[in-house]
C-alpha cells in the first residue's frame, strides 16, 4: 500500500485535502505517525517562512481549516494555484462545533498535508518529496529541523530528494561521499563553526539515528 493510501485508510477525512502529499511512497503511515507532534513543529517552522501557515497559527488550525473547507467543496483541485487555495482556506469560517468533532491527529495529518503541498508547490519538487523530508524529521529530529532543511530548500544547490537518497543509503561510494562534501559545505556557509570532520560526524550520526529508526518499521 502506497504512504497516502495508509494516510486515507487511517484518517479518511483528509484524503482529499492535499493527494499530492508523499503520493508514491512506499512506507508506513506509522513511520511519521508515531512522531507527529515533532513533523508538526519542523512543517510550522518550514510553513512560517514560506507563508504557509501565519506567524500565531499551529498545524492542527490549518489542518481543521483544510478538512472543514474541503466539506464546503474548497479542495486544491478547483484552484490554478496554490497560493488561491491556501488564501481560501486560511479565510474559511469555522464551525467551532465541528472542530471539537475532527480529532487532533486528523487535524495534525491535514496540516501537515498542506504544508506538504506548499513545499512542492513553491520550490517545484516532486510529487512525494516533501513526504520524504517529514520522515527524515521523524527519524532525528536534532539534525533534520524545520530551520535546517528550509537552508537546504533555500539553498538552490541541494536537491531534496538526492539528500533523501543520501540518508537512506540509496546512492553509490562516489555520489555518497560527493553528497556527504556538499551538505558539510553547506552547514560551513549556514555559519557552521565547527571543523569539517566534526560536522562529517553530526550527518553520520544523523543517518545512522535514522536507519535505527526505520528499522522499528520494518
Not at 515533532?38 to 517562512?49: D, E, H, L, N, S
Not at 553528497?179 to 558539510?184: D, K, P, R, T, Y
Request: proline share 2%; glycine share 10%.
Amino acid at each position: 500500500m502506497g504512504f497516502w493510501s495508509s494516510v486515507c485508510s487511517a484518517v479518511s477525512s483528509v484524503c482529499s485535502v492535499a493527494g499530492s502529499f508523499a503520493r508514491g511512497l512506499g512506507t508506513s503511515l506509522s513511520i511519521i505517525s508515531s512522531a507527529i507532534d515533532i513533523v508538526c513543529q519542523v512543517a510550522k517552522t518550514i510553513g512560517q517562512a514560506l507563508g504557509i501557515v501565519a506567524q500565531k497559527q499551529d498545524i492542527p488550525d490549518i489542518g481543521d481549516r483544510a478538512i472543514q473547507a474541503e466539506a464546503a467543496g474548497i479542495v486544491p483541485e478547483k484552484f490554478e494555484k496554490y497560493d488561491e487555495y491556501l488564501a481560501a482556506i486560511q479565510n474559511f469560517k469555522l464551525d467551532p462545533e465541528r472542530s471539537k468533532e475532527i480529532s487532533m491527529k486528523d487535524k495534525q495529518w491535514a496540516g501537515i498535508s498542506v504544508v506538504a503541498r506548499g513545499i512542492e508547490e513553491k520550490f517545484d519538487l516532486q510529487t512525494g518529496t516533501a513526504g520524504r523530508m517529514m520522515i527524515l524529521a521523524a527519524g532525528d529530529s536534532g539534525f533534520f529541523t524545520g530551520e535546517r532543511m528550509l537552508g537546504w530548500l533555500k539553498s538552490g544547490n541541494l536537491s531534496m530528494d538526492r539528500v533523501a537518497d543520501y540518508f537512506d543509503r540509496k546512492l553509490d561510494g562516489a555520489d555518497s561521499m560527493d553528497m556527504e562534501e556538499q551538505l558539510i559545505l553547506h552547514e560551513k556557509a549556514s555559519g557552521s563553526p565547527d571543523s569539517d570532520s566534526v560536522i562529517e560526524t553530526r550527518i553520520l550520526e544523523a543517518g545512522d539515528n535514522y536507519s535505527n529508526y526505520l528499522k522499528n518499521f520494518s
